[in-house]
C-alpha cells in the first residue's frame, strides 16, 4: 500500500506542477503561449506525461480555473472579515473581486471568458465553484428580503464581472470604481431600506 500512495502522491504533485506552470506562463504571456510542448519543456516532462494528467490545453485551463474559483472564495471570505454592515460588505466583496481580477488576470480568464467544459449550477458543478457563488449568496442574502437571493447573486455577479471586463478592455474611466462600486452596492443595500 505504501508504494501506491507514494504514486499517487507522485502523480498529484505532477498534476499540481503542470496547473501551476501553466498558470504562471499565461500570466506572464497569455494564454496562446500555453501549450502542451512549452509545457513539457518548461516542467521536464514528455507530452505524453501531459496527455496522462489531462487530455488537453483546455482541461489545464480548466483545472486553472478550478484553483481561481477556490481562490475568489478565500478571497470573498476574507473581503468580509470585519464589516459592519451589509453595505459594507457587499462593498469589500466588490472590491476584493475587483482586485482579485486586476491581480490574476490570465486565471479570471480561464474562470469566465475562455471556453470551458466546466459546469455552472448544474449537480457536476466543481466544489471549488460552488463555494465561490456560496461566499457571494450569503452576502446578498442578507439584503435579498422576499426576492430570489440566487438571481440576485448572479446579478451582483455578472455586474462585478462586467466592471472588471469593462476596467480591463479601458472602456470606463479608471478613476471611477469606487464610485462605481458604491452606487452598485447601493443598488442591493438601498431598496432594504425603502
Excluded at 6 to 14: L, W
Excluded at 21 to 40: F, H, I, P, Y
Excluded at 70 to 99: F, K, Q, V
Excluded at 177 to 186: C, G, H, P, Q, T
Aim: with cysteine; hydrophobic share 45%.
Amino acid at each position: 500500500m505504501a508504494i501506491e500512495d507514494r504514486r499517487e502522491r507522485d502523480r498529484a504533485a505532477r498534476r499540481q506542477l503542470i496547473v501551476t506552470t501553466a498558470r504562471k506562463l499565461a500570466e506572464a504571456e497569455g494564454w496562446d503561449a500555453v501549450t502542451t510542448r512549452r509545457l513539457s519543456t518548461e516542467i521536464e516532462y514528455s507530452q505524453p506525461v501531459l496527455y496522462k494528467h489531462f487530455t488537453g490545453m483546455d482541461q489545464i485551463a480548466d483545472a486553472v480555473a478550478v484553483v481561481g474559483f477556490d481562490e475568489l472564495a478565500t478571497a470573498i471570505r476574507a473581503a468580509c472579515t470585519g464589516a459592519d454592515s451589509p453595505s459594507d460588505t457587499l462593498s469589500r466583496i466588490a472590491h476584493g473581486y475587483l482586485a482579485f481580477a486586476r491581480e490574476n488576470p490570465a486565471v479570471y480568464d480561464a474562470m469566465f471568458t475562455r471556453a470551458t467544459s466546466l459546469r455552472f449550477a448544474d449537480q457536476e458543478t466543481p466544489a471549488e465553484l460552488v463555494a465561490a457563488f456560496a461566499e457571494l449568496r450569503q452576502a446578498i442574502g442578507v439584503v435579498a428580503d422576499e426576492q430570489d437571493a440566487d438571481s440576485l447573486t448572479e446579478l451582483f455577479w455578472a455586474a462585478l464581472h462586467g466592471l472588471v471586463t469593462l476596467g480591463r478592455t479601458r472602456r470606463l474611466r479608471p478613476d471611477y470604481e469606487s464610485d462605481r462600486v458604491r452606487l452598485l452596492v447601493n443598488q442591493f443595500t438601498d431598496r432594504q431600506r425603502a
